[in-house]
């Protein structure tokens, strides 16, 4: 139903060719591949979904480089800073520089106060050292993106504010982008050869066991699936490290999300089922396996891709939602779920609003994959009206 | 017709047995069973318990025999009404839920009123008027609502709530009524909180439920019967709520199916951010305290409300789409 009816782009939003005068003659002599990138092209919100789903993942790839903090370094004195002005310019043009924060106790609330000393100066410096990482997990540097002159950045920087303990939040959402997007290509790996071998095997064999296929995913997805995944995520056991945590819950993510992709995989089975070249195959004596893997689900690659492309976002949902109840990933672990968790009452959401932030990485995320997805899902069948 | 019914019957049956299934996965799942948790809370009392004790305690709940006379024991007595003893609370499961499942239904329920009411005109103006800014509009809003997961959107108005209004925005009831016996005075105390959880709950819905009637209703705009009844001079809002729009109505009927189930799990999560005195909160209490009983039963209960709830939207299904009504022999889709 979906792929049929919930999109009815306008006619020349279909049309494969692409805008210059010759398109005409292209046409018959193009490749599958060449007409899906034609027909991609032309969705230009999906176009920009890619570049922000590319950027996202170089943010991941690269994180260390661009945190200028380390994630985990506390210091109680510096709990709680609000987000801090980056001054651009001073008296002599652009010297980027930030005010020291003097942090001081009120004596009737007791709450840690910040004022910036107006007096001093703190400069900035680019592609200057800071804390150690391996960049790549081959390269020993400490060379980061930004950083101060004389001096380390978790002391003095703080341009997102801080968390509780003191910890810099730009540079942990950075670095929870590389968690939060990985865990969605795990479990989406997973989902897919579970969707694609069950789908496969349903739309290929039929029967029975096509029926109970299909109603194993009818009854999957008539189920309120959080409270189940909850009740799975909890039972985890506490002494499990942060690795062991992460990959369980990629397959209890995966399990979930599965049954979109068999459902996509089973209907375009049926329909090449009939076709020719298949009944030949079968003739000469390939064996299902073989008819499966080899002549069908290279057809279907296409579908299978977008699919893919559009599970992955609640995948990304799923890890932040269980983070954020606190029975997903567990500090020391960063995800923009775990940091979200910090922002999960009506006090923090008061008292520091800035640690809602992480919202929006999460938000950009999800919708870039979504019009991406759209977008590939509209390209993948490119001989269609 | 009576075919169709009973399939559906069938699989809702199907559906509750593997609920139950998983519920009791759910409640095994963690290490060591209810007697060496209780024996460990004995054990911090300094009451002190021998071995001895533990296996009376195990033989007298049946936990040494084997698991599937566990799950039968189980079920049968949930069957009975008896969920067990919640070990958090001491008392049983069945009190501690109380009012809480019920609350959690009225909120899923709204907030799916809420999707219905918000989706039928968006979709009708978007398929009408094509390509106004309206509709681009529309079709945006549509694009991040489905983007923003419920929980967020929850923190957002919370934010948002406390900016402008400086209120707490979340709650179901007035803090002077949250105790109070039910009446009038608190029934309208409800209404006045509900919207605001619902339509939180609706937004992701909406944006998925107006898209797929915008694209039935386009479909159905271009058919020669409704140029016939342009051409016969009938007057527009007629011709399109008397035909079209009721032929492009059947997927919100069959939405139950697939929306419910997500508005009653993302219900678990908002209820949390916006403190809702729904079984969420209690169901995550149960699952940091490893209060498996009353997290199973609560797991089982979502899940058979939920069936039961698709069940009613195929009988409303039934009565819209004359199609299903008269398919005679099972023949239907």
């Known amino acids: ?385 | 017709m009576l075919t169709y019914l009973a399939r559906r019957a069938a699989l809702g049956m199907l559906t509750i047995w593997a609920i139950s299934l998983l519920s009791f996965v759910i409640i095994q799942l963690p290490p060591g069973d209810f007697v060496t948790t209780y024996i460990a809370q004995l054990g911090q009392t300094a009451t002190g318990s021998s071995l001895e004790e533990a296996q009376a305690l195990r033989r007298a709940y049946g936990l040494d025999r084997p698991l599937l006379v566990q799950y039968a024991t189980w079920i049968s007595r949930v069957a009975r009404g008896d969920l067990g003893m919640s070990l958090n609370w001491k008392r049983p499961v069945v009190d501690v839920i109380g009012d809480r499942i019920w609350l959690t239904m009225v909120v899923s329920i709204a907030a799916m009123v809420f999707t219905w009411l918000l989706a039928l005109p968006i979709g009708i103006y978007s398929a009408v008027r094509r390509y106004t800014l309206a509709d681009h509009l529309f079709t945006f809003v549509g694009f991040v609502g489905v983007a923003v997961p419920s929980f967020l959107l929850a923190l957002l108005v919370m934010y948002v709530g406390l900016v402008i209004f400086g209120a707490d925005v979340g709650g179901l009831f007035s803090p002077e009524l949250a105790h109070a016996p039910w009446g009038w005075a608190k029934f309208k105390d409800l209404l006045l909180h509900l919207p605001l959880p619902a339509a939180v709950l609706a937004l992701g819905g909406t944006a998925q439920l107006f898209r797929i009637m915008r694209a039935n209703l386009l479909d159905e705009l271009q058919k020669p019967y409704v140029l016939t009844a342009r051409a016969k001079g009938l007057s527009e809002p007629r011709l399109l709520l008397k035909y079209p729009v009721r032929v492009a109505l059947n997927p919100f009927a069959s939405s139950i199916g697939f929306l419910f189930p997500q508005i009653v799990s993302g219900s678990v999560i908002v209820s949390m951010v916006l403190s809702l005195p729904t079984v969420g909160p209690l169901l995550l209490d149960a699952l940091h305290a490893q209060d498996m009983f009353l997290a199973g039963a609560i797991v089982l209960l979502l899940g058979i409300l939920t069936v039961l709830g698709t069940l009613i939207s195929d009988l409303v299904l039934m009565w819209l789409d004359p199609r299903i009504r008269h398919a005679g022999r099972g023949s239907v889709r």
């Open chain 1, 1 to 385: 139903m979906s792929e049929g009816t919930s999109q009815a782009p306008p006619p020349e939003a279909r049309d494969p060719r692409p805008a210059g005068r010759d398109g005409e003659g292209r046409i018959p002599f193009a490749s599958q591949r060449r007409l899906i990138w034609w027909r991609f092209r032309r969705h230009r919100l999906a176009v920009a979904g890619g570049a922000v789903v590319l950027l996202l993942y170089l943010v991941a790839l690269f994180a260390d480089f661009l945190a200028y903090a380390d994630p985990s370094a506390s210091d109680g004195h510096r709990s709680l800073i609000p987000p801090q002005g980056i001054d651009l310019f001073d008296e002599d043009g652009f010297h980027p520089h930030v005010h020291p924060l003097i942090g001081t106790r009120d004596l009737r609330t007791f709450e840690r106060v910040y004022r910036r000393d107006e007096g001093r100066e703190i400069p900035l410096c680019f592609l200057c050292r800071g804390y150690e990482y391996t960049l790549l997990g081959i390269i020993r540097t400490d060379i980061h993106l930004i950083g101060v002159e004389r001096g380390r950045a978790e002391a003095s920087l703080a341009i997102l504010g801080t968390d509780v303990q003191g910890r810099d939040l730009f540079s942990r959402m950075v670095v929870a982008t590389r968690t939060s997007l990985t865990i969605g290509i795990v479990g989406v790996g997973i989902s897919l050869v579970l969707g694609v071998a069950l789908g496969g095997i349903s739309g290929y064999h039929g029967g029975v066991v096509d029926l109970v296929i299909q109603r194993v995913i009818e009854i999957l997805r008539s189920i309120p699936v959080i409270p189940l995944w909850l009740g799975l995520a909890a039972a985890l056991p506490r002494s499990w490290s942060v690795i062991q945590v992460y990959f369980a819950i990629t397959i209890i993510i995966s399990l979930i999300g599965w049954t979109e992709l068999a459902r996509v995989v089973r209907g375009r089975f049926l329909a090449l089922r009939h076709e020719d070249f298949i009944v030949a195959a079968e003739l000469a004596g390939c064996s299902p396996r073989r008819i499966i893997f080899v002549h069908m689900v290279p057809l279907v690659a296409s579908h299978i891709i977008a699919a893919t492309t559009l599970a992955l976002p609640l995948m990304i949902i799923s890890e932040t939602a269980l983070s954020f109840l606190g029975l997903g990933l567990r500090p020391p672990a960063v995800s923009w779920g775990v940091l979200l968790q910090q922002a999960s009452n009506i006090e923090a959401i008061a008292l520091t609003p800035w640690l809602i932030l992480p919202v929006i990485p999460v938000v950009t995320a999800v919708l870039a994959f979504n019009f991406l997805g759209d977008g590939l899902r509209d390209a993948a069948d490119p001989y269609g009206i």
